[in-house]
């Protein structure tokens, strides 16, 4: 190509005449290639990165051996899994769990008492009044043998406070004038149970204002003078 070219044309027959090496023939030179090699990264150097990154304070450090104690629960057999019907129904009226209730056999002598009827001086399933039905239960449940009227129970208990009323107590009230002329049986959990003039037979609360306002005194029959 150079050859053709006839600027160059005295530069080549001087080359020639002089013995030069032709421009074509020269093989051309190159710098010897540069080996570029790949960063060399150990494995202790990776293990020191991956640690530093871990154990700096931007990353807080996890244990592996967190250990959670389990919780510490007891249990025991719920007395409520052998209550009877009776004990289950004066659970709810009394709003109280069954471990609480007085004992089954006065539980069991009230029972067949509720919904009868207020008749004054009655004694029966047919009408039964407040004194009638206090003494027939304390004496069908524990043996004790009260007089007949609630002044007449009132006169024959010792006084007993409201702060360490114990079932099977007596609860007097003025519902007639001034003096006592009612009573009924506690129960527990501040509920009563009496023959009311106006529901018969049931239980009541003793912070119900009707009682309140009408609260004379508690009563408990006396030990071991009672019995027949």
Not at 4 to 33: D, E, I
Not at 92 to 119: C, F
Not at 204 to 213: A, I, M, T, V
Request: with cysteine; proline share 7%.
């Amino acid at each position: 190509m150079l050859s053709g070219c006839a600027a160059l044309s005295p530069f080549l027959q001087r080359s020639r005449s002089s013995g030069a090496t032709p421009l074509a023939t020269v093989s051309p030179r190159f710098l010897a290639p540069i080996a570029v090699d790949k960063p060399v990264v150990s494995e202790e150097y990776v293990s020191k990165s991956v640690r530093s990154t871990l154990t700096s304070p931007a990353v807080p450090a996890v244990s592996q051996s967190v250990q959670v104690q389990p919780a510490q629960l007891s249990y025991s057999t719920p007395q409520i899994e052998t209550a009877t019907a009776v004990q289950l129904k004066y659970a709810v009226l009394l709003d109280t769990e069954v471990e609480q209730l007085p004992s089954s056999a006065l539980l069991e002598q009230i029972d067949p008492w509720m919904g009868v009827p207020y008749r004054s001086g009655g004694s029966s399933r047919s009408g039964i009044d407040c004194s009638a039905f206090t003494m027939q239960v304390l004496e069908q449940c524990c043996g004790y043998k009260l007089p007949r009227t609630s002044k007449q129970q009132h006169a024959f208990c010792q006084p007993a406070a409201l702060a360490s009323l114990s079932s099977g107590d007596l609860l007097f009230y003025a519902t007639r004038g001034r003096g006592v002329s009612h009573v009924g049986i506690y129960l527990g959990n501040g509920k009563f149970a009496h023959a009311s003039v106006s529901n018969g037979v049931t239980v009541s609360d003793l912070s119900d204002p009707y009682y309140q306002k009408r609260f004379i005194s508690a009563g408990r029959i006396p030990a071991g003078s009672t019995r027949q």
